[in-house]
C-alpha cells in the first residue's frame, strides 16, 4: 500500500482561481474561431455543390459577401483581443454569425431552407458559454431572424417542391445533412469546452488545498518564531545556570555526579534548542540556504551521528550504485532525514534496526527510510503529513515531523511517499532533484 503526501508546488495566481463560468469564455475563444472557420467552409462547399451539381440558382456573388464578413470578422480577433473581455467578443462574433446566416438564407429559399437549423449552434454555444443574459438575446434574435425569412426571402424551386417531388428529396436530405452537421459540431464543441473546464476545477481544487497547506505552514512558523523568542531567554539562562553549575561542582565540590547531571541539563537546553529550529521555517524549507555538493556517505553518517549512542547503533546505512557528490541545501536535508529516521526508530521499538538508504534514479536522488515496526492502516496514511497529527503517545512528538518533510520536498519539487504491510513495517520514500558535482561543474 502506497500513499503519496505531495503535491507538485506552484504559486497560485488571480487567474487560476476564477470560477469555471468566468474562464469559460477564455477557453472558448479560441474553438469558436476554429469553428467559424469550419463552418465557413462548410457553407461555401454546400454553396458550390448546390450550383454546379444541382443545378440550384444561387447568386453566389451576393452569398460572398456575409460570408467575407464572418471571415475578416475572425481575421480580426488578435486586435481586438485586449480592447474588449472574451466573453463581450464571443457574444458579438455569435450575433454576427446569426445575421450572416440569416443573410445567407434569406438568399437561399429562407424558411424552406433545411439548413435553418444551424440557428441552433449560436443559441447552443451562447448557452454553453455566454450568461443567461447573452443566450436570451441570442434565442430572441434567431427567432425574430427566422420570422423575417418568411416575408423576405428568394425562392428556389428545388426547396418548394419537396411536398409533391417523387422518390429522392434534396430538402428532406438538406435536412439531415443540417441536422447530422448541427449534432457534430455541438457534441464536439461542449465536448471540448467541458473536458477544458473539468481541468480547470481541478486545477483550482489543487490550487485550493495549496493556498491551505501554506496558510497552516505559515500558521506553524509563525507559532516556532514566538515559542523561539519567549524561550531563547530562559533557555539561555539555564544554559548558563547549568555551565556555572559544572565548574562549581568540578573545581570546588569535587563531585562527578553533579557536574554530568549538570553537563545533563545543558544537553537538554541545546536539544530544545534544535527543536525550537526544526520546527522554524528552515525546517519545511531552505530560505536562504545555497545548495552545495554534498556527500551521500557523510550525509547519512551525519544523520547517523546525530543520535544517541543507543539509538545511533540502530541505525543502518546504505547506498546503492555510484555514490557520488550530490547538490543539495545541507542543513534542510540532514533535518528532513533525521526526523524521518527518528519516526522509524520511534514505530520499530524493542531495539529493532532501521535501514537509511540512498540510490539515484532517473535522474533524481532518492532517500528511502525502512522500519521494523507493525505497519499502519490506510486512514493513517492519509493522514500522516497533516500538522499535528501523531500516533506516538502524548509527550512524545507534536505530529510535525513528516509536515516539515513534507512541505521542504514540494519547496524542491520533489515528492514523499509511505509504503506501509502490516506485519512488515513502514517505508518512507523521499524523492529530491539533484545534480551531481560533475553536472554542476558544466
Not at 487567474?15 to 469558436?32: I, K, M, N, Q
Not at 483581443?81 to 440569416?102: E, H, W, Y
Request: proline share 5%; with cysteine.
Amino acid at each position: 500500500m502506497r500513499v503519496s503526501v505531495t503535491a507538485r508546488r506552484r504559486a497560485p495566481s488571480v487567474t487560476d482561481l476564477r470560477s469555471a463560468g468566468e474562464a469559460a469564455p477564455s477557453l472558448a475563444l479560441p474553438w469558436v474561431a476554429k469553428l467559424r472557420y469550419g463552418l465557413l467552409a462548410g457553407q461555401s462547399a454546400l454553396i458550390l455543390t448546390a450550383r454546379f451539381l444541382f443545378g440550384v440558382t444561387i447568386p453566389i456573388l451576393w452569398m460572398a459577401l456575409p460570408l467575407a464578413v464572418a471571415a475578416a470578422s475572425n481575421l480580426l480577433l488578435k486586435r481586438f483581443a485586449g480592447a474588449f473581455s472574451d466573453r463581450r467578443i464571443l457574444g458579438i462574433l455569435l450575433t454576427l454569425d446569426t445575421l450572416c446566416l440569416t443573410a445567407v438564407l434569406s438568399l437561399t429559399g429562407g424558411p424552406a431552407n433545411p439548413f435553418t437549423l444551424l440557428y441552433l449552434v449560436q443559441i447552443t454555444l451562447s448557452a454553453v458559454i455566454l450568461s443567461k443574459a447573452w443566450t436570451w438575446a441570442l434565442g430572441g434574435l434567431s427567432v425574430a431572424c427566422f420570422g423575417f425569412l418568411f416575408p423576405v426571402h428568394t425562392i428556389v424551386p428545388v426547396f418548394e417542391s419537396h411536398h409533391t417531388s417523387q422518390g429522392f428529396s434534396v430538402h428532406l436530405a438538406g435536412m439531415w445533412i443540417a441536422f447530422a452537421a448541427a449534432s457534430l459540431v455541438i457534441t464536439v464543441f461542449i465536448g471540448k469546452v467541458s473536458e477544458g473546464l473539468r481541468k480547470r476545477e481541478q486545477e483550482t481544487l489543487s490550487l485550493r488545498d495549496q493556498a491551505a497547506r501554506d496558510e497552516r505552514l505559515t500558521s506553524i512558523v509563525t507559532l516556532a518564531a514566538g515559542a523561539a523568542h519567549e524561550l531563547g531567554t530562559p533557555l539561555g539562562t539555564i544554559a548558563v545556570a547549568s555551565k556555572d553549575l559544572e565548574l562549581y561542582a568540578t573545581e570546588v565540590l569535587r563531585d562527578r555526579e553533579v557536574a554530568d547531571e549538570a553537563r545533563l541539563i545543558r544537553a537538554e537546553v541545546d536539544r530544545c534548542r534544535q527543536i525550537l529550529q526544526q520546527m522554524s521555517a528552515r525546517g519545511a524549507q531552505p530560505l536562504g540556504e545555497t545548495p552545495v555538493p554534498l556527500g551521500l556517505s557523510e550525509a547519512l553518517n551525519s544523520v547517523k551521528q546525530g543520535f544517541a549512542p543507543p539509538e545511533r547503533e540502530l541505525v543502518r546505512t546504505e547506498i546503492a550504485g555510484d555514490p557520488r557528490e550530490v547538490v543539495l541545501p545541507p542543513d534542510a536535508t540532514l533535518q528532513a532525514l533525521t526526523a524521518l529516521v527518528r519516526n522509524a526508530l520511534d514505530a520499530s521499538g524493542g531495539g529493532q534496526p532501521v535501514l537509511l538508504s540512498a540510490e539515484s534514479v532517473a535522474g533524481k536522488l532518492r532517500f528511502t527510510v525502512q522500519d521494523s515496526g507493525c505497519g499502519m492502516p490506510r486512514e493513517t496514511l492519509d493522514r500522516l503529513a497533516e500538522p499535528f497529527f501523531t500516533t506516538k503517545p502524548p509527550g512524545r512528538g507534536m505530529g510535525l515531523g513528516t509536515f516539515l518533510v513534507r512541505a521542504y520536498a514540494e519547496s524542491l519539487n520533489g515528492s514523499l511517499e509511505f509504503e506501509s504491510e502490516a506485519g512488515v513495517g513502514t517505508k518512507a520514500i523521499l524523492e529530491l532533484p539533484s545534480l551531481n558535482s560533475d553536472e554542476r561543474s558544466k
